[in-house]
């Protein structure tokens, strides 16, 4: 039997990658089990949200389903699918923390306006490009829903002027996200301790969703292998925190007993994996002596 005292100088590292890949990937599948068992069924039953409220299960929801994705590609053939993923994870985890953080009640506003006005925005330049083009595309939807918008008490650009104001010119300031900045602003200026993950490295995701040599030339199998490991490792942890975070606005956590030692317990996972598998290195490099 190994020992402690010989686990303990033993180097992880040195385990082959593909261990190490499938260590990882445990955790993101309990924090995918947990999710799917515990926090989805109770948010399902919950009636009568408030706006805030109603925010942050929307957006949680959806990083539910970007983690379920994840784990259905346990393929390192998926690394770019993962890392892909795993943009849009971090995308929602700081919505997720934006929301939570609102105390003026002015970014969850903003947070429900703004599909209206992205959908008219997008219906009159499919509107305009038919009509510029004399194109055969079916676009009589996206008339309506702006012969509708326009006919409300509340003009798009007055909804606009509301939340998210004026330009230089006078005219309405129309964002591009619901925040009104981009992703390196709304993470500068409300979620600072993303901050530095983001600098780091959201620009290595994006090179997998975006064309171009950029997301291949240079790079190892290796390194490949390495990218889908450390795309598990920071879905867990941007996933755990946001499920802290929605279970806090909800209450969640002062309802379900085992709330706290789970995701303690879940945390812990790809460790205890890594652990069981070096020890059956180091038996197997033991019986070779």
């Known amino acids: 039997m190994i020992t402690f005292e010989e686990l303990e100088k033993s180097d992880f590292s040195k385990l082959p990658i593909k261990d190490q890949i499938e260590a990882m990937y445990g955790g993101t599948c309990e924090c995918a089990r947990f999710a799917r068992y515990v926090m989805i069924p109770v948010l399902k039953g919950q009636f009568g949200l408030k706006p805030k409220e109603d925010a942050i299960v929307g957006t949680?929801?959806?990083?539910?389903a970007w983690l379920e994705t994840i784990v259905r590609m346990n393929n390192q053939l998926c690394y770019q699918g993962v890392a892909s993923a795993l943009r849009s994870l971090f995308e929602l985890a700081?919505?997720?923390?934006?929301?939570?953080?609102?105390?003026?009640g002015i970014m969850i506003k903003r947070y429900?306006?703004?599909?209206?006005?992205?959908?008219?925005?997008?219906a009159k330049r499919l509107v305009e490009f038919c009509n510029a083009r004399?194109?055969?595309?079916?676009?009589?939807?996206?008339?309506?829903?702006?012969?509708?918008?326009?006919?409300?008490?509340?003009?798009?650009e007055q909804t606009i002027i509301n939340n998210w104001g004026k330009d230089k010119k006078g005219k309405p300031n129309w964002p591009d996200h619901w925040t009104g900045a981009d992703l390196r602003n709304r993470v500068h200026k409300f979620v600072p301790e993303y901050e530095e993950m983001y600098?780091?490295?959201?620009?290595?995701?994006?090179?997998f969703v975006h064309s171009g040599a950029t997301s291949y030339r240079g790079l190892t199998d290796d390194t490949?292998?390495?990218?889908?490991f450390w795309s598990q490792s920071v879905a867990q942890n941007v996933f755990l925190e946001s499920t802290k975070i929605?279970?806090?606005?909800?209450?969640?956590?002062k309802v379900i007993t085992f709330f706290s030692k789970a995701l303690d317990d879940i945390k812990i996972?790809?460790?205890t994996i890594l652990m069981k598998k070096q020890i059956e290195y180091l038996e197997k490099a033991r019986k070779k002596m």
């Open 60 to 64: 949680y929801f959806r990083m539910y």
């Open 246 to 253: 929605c279970a806090r606005e909800l209450k969640m956590d």
């Open 269 to 271: 996972i790809p460790g």
């Open 224 to 228: 490949f292998q390495r990218i889908f």
């Open 94 to 104: 700081v919505d997720m923390k934006i929301l939570s953080s609102d105390k003026s």
């Open 112 to 122: 429900h306006s703004f599909p209206d006005v992205e959908k008219y925005r997008r």
């Open 199 to 207: 600098v780091e490295s959201y620009h290595l995701l994006s090179w």
């Open 134 to 156: 004399k194109s055969n595309i079916n676009c009589s939807q996206q008339k309506e829903f702006i012969k509708m918008a326009d006919a409300a008490p509340v003009k798009i």
